[in-house]
């Protein structure tokens, strides 16, 4: 069995223990936004796996790196949107592995007769000439 690192788990005093912090460090990060945990029905503080984590780092940076808490706070925010990116990113993918089995076609070629007629051709396949014998053959590529 496996605990999901999202599962707010952690009261203020065990989730300050286990981040090396001070309890009321933990409530100011959380008033600045930089780890906001989730909130009970009383409204206390619970924390998850992966908020004593970004704690963890938070101290990192701040102590190690010398990093302010607005270039801390900035560092999370990005970290998260190209975390959710990168979920979007592997859905596509996903999708488009799937697609690849179907006979989708990734181009398609059209003629058009001088009476403004359009037909779908094969690549490879040269449109019927007119009766007239014009055999003017236009072909557009966008770019």
Known sequence: MSIDEHAPLFVISVAAELAGMH?????????????????????????????????RQ??????????NLA???????LESQVAQLNTQLAAAQA??????????????????????????????QRPRRSVNGSGALVVWRPR
């Not at 990060?29 to 796996?49: H, M, Q």
């Not at 990192?60 to 010398?66: A, P």
């Not at 181009?107 to 403004?116: C, K, L, N």
Request: glycine share 10%.
């Open 23 to 55: 309890p009321q460090t933990l409530r100011t990060y959380d008033r600045l936004g930089i780890v906001s945990p989730s909130r009970t029905s009383g409204r206390g503080r619970r924390y998850s796996a992966r908020n004593i984590a970004q704690l």
């Open 58 to 67: 938070v101290q990192q940076l701040s102590q190690e790196e010398g990093i």
């Open 95 to 124: 999708h488009i592995a799937e697609t690849a089995g179907r006979a989708v076609p990734t181009r398609r070629v059209f003629a058009t007769s001088q009476e403004g007629e359009i037909t779908a051709l094969r690549q490879g």
């Open 71 to 77: 270039g801390i706070k900035r560092i999370l925010e």
